[in-house]
T-cell receptor, first 114, second 113 residues
Framework: DAGVIQSPRHEVTEMGQEVTLRCKPI?????LFWYRQTMMRGLELLIY????????DSGMPEDRFSAKMPNASFSTLKIQPSEPRDSAVYFC????????????FGQGTRLTVV | DQQVKQNSPSLSVQEGRISILNCDYT??????FLWYKKYPAEGPTFLIS?????DKNEDGRFTVFLNKSAKHLSLHIVPSQPGDSAVYFC????????????FGKGTKLTVNP
């Protein structure tokens, strides 16, 4: 398996624009997590899914953020409208239900909002 | 409110010496702890973990120690190698609970040749 695949790797957008980050989890993994990494706050969990169902979105900072998982092999994190303070590295991770303590991370998307 | 704290943002050691990375937590419900390693431009990768029923777990050059009474854990790397230079994240969760991994802010380790 190629691991967790995220796209794009880098995204530069103007303030006010919509941004969509994409994630393909490892096949067979039941859990999918979206994290955001910043210098100030480190790695923060934004939302996670179990079997495509959102379980906990309490980490989503504002209504401008939304995430979907239409099927077991794809998830999106959308920011609309984007703001400069959203600039960060966004990671997607997935794990097996049987061993959910070990999450496998993608390479991340570095988002810059100017 | 940081439930998992890594108070040293950076650490520098000489090759061959021991690296000790520290982590404190405030939530007494945490019962499983993990260390992740992150190289630049890559996602974090799992390194080693420990359950709260243990106080030590060893894997090659890496050993994690857990002191539940002090709500403290540490990662020891010995001997340290230049390839160990990375950011190390401590994480914790409540098994059978919300399944949420709570991360610290990370410690950047530099191992000098």
């Amino acid at each position: 398996d190629a691991g967790v695949i995220q796209s794009p790797r880098h995204e530069v957008t103007e303030m006010g624009q919509e941004v969509t980050l994409r994630c393909k989890p490892i096949s067979g993994h039941d859990y999918l997590f979206w994290y955001r990494q910043t210098m100030m706050r480190g790695l923060e969990l934004l939302i996670y899914f179990n079997n495509n169902v959102p379980i906990d979105d309490s980490g989503m900072p504002e209504d401008r953020f939304s995430a979907k998982m239409p099927n077991a092999s794809f998830s999106t994190l959308k920011i609309q409208p984007s703001e400069p303070r959203d600039s960060a590295v966004y990671f997607c991770a997935s794990s097996l239900a049987a061993d959910k303590t070990e999450a496998f991370f993608g390479q991340g998307t570095r988002l810059t909002v100017v | 409110d940081q439930q998992v704290k890594q108070n040293s943002p950076s650490l520098s050691v000489q090759e061959g010496r021991i690296s000790i990375l520290n982590c404190d937590y405030t939530n007494s419900m945490f019962d499983y702890f993990l260390w992740y390693k992150k190289y630049p431009a890559e996602g974090p990768t799992f390194l080693i973990s420990i359950s709260s029923i243990k106080d030590k777990n060893e894997d090659g050059r890496f050993t994690v120690f857990l002191n539940k009474s002090a709500k403290h854990l540490s990662l020891h790397i010995v001997p340290s190698q230049p390839g160990d230079s990375a950011v190390y994240f401590c994480a914790a969760l409540v098994q059978g609970g919300s399944e949420k991994l709570v991360f610290g802010k990370g410690t950047k380790l530099t191992v000098n040749p």
